[in-house]
Nanobody
Framework: VQLQASGGGLVQAGGSLRLSCAAS??????YAWFRQAPGKEREFVAA????????LYADSVLGRFIISRDYAKNTVVLQMESLKPEDTAVYYC????????????????????WGKGTLVTVSS
């Protein structure tokens, strides 16, 4: 199983980006996004369980980011709006093969598969 995140790039503050995560070899029902800014630890961004319908967002992105699924493309999407310079980071998607809830997923420790990151740079 491989996860591949894409869609990163350079955007001005206030702009938008759409990240995608494609899984090869298997379909999952639980995905999460994390990010790691230069010199900082990895942090949780968003998680969703398509089994329960539960969604969780970090306070820093609530109301600006949306995690969803593009069934036509078989990808998980992170739509990012009103981007801020502090959103600059490498973004990673992750999938869980078990049945963790979104709170557990937010810790990262229950995620089984991780994709290579995609860099998002927000200029001021």
């Amino acid at each position: 199983v491989q996860l591949q995140a894409s869609g990163g790039g350079l955007v001005q503050a206030g702009g938008s980006l759409r990240l995608s995560c494609a899984a090869s070899g298997r379909t999952f029902s639980r995905y999460a996004w994390f990010r790691q800014a230069p010199g900082k630890e990895r942090e949780f961004v968003a998680a969703k369980s398509w089994n329960s319908g539960s969604t969780l967002y970090a306070d820093s992105v609530l109301g600006r980011f949306i995690i969803s699924r593009d069934y036509a493309k078989n990808t998980v999407v992170l739509q990012m709006e009103s981007l801020k310079p502090e959103d600059t980071a490498v973004y990673y998607c992750a999938a869980a093969s078990g049945f963790p809830n979104v709170q557990a997923m937010s810790t990262g420790s229950v995620m089984d598969y991780w994709g290579k990151g995609t860099l998002v740079t927000v200029s001021s």
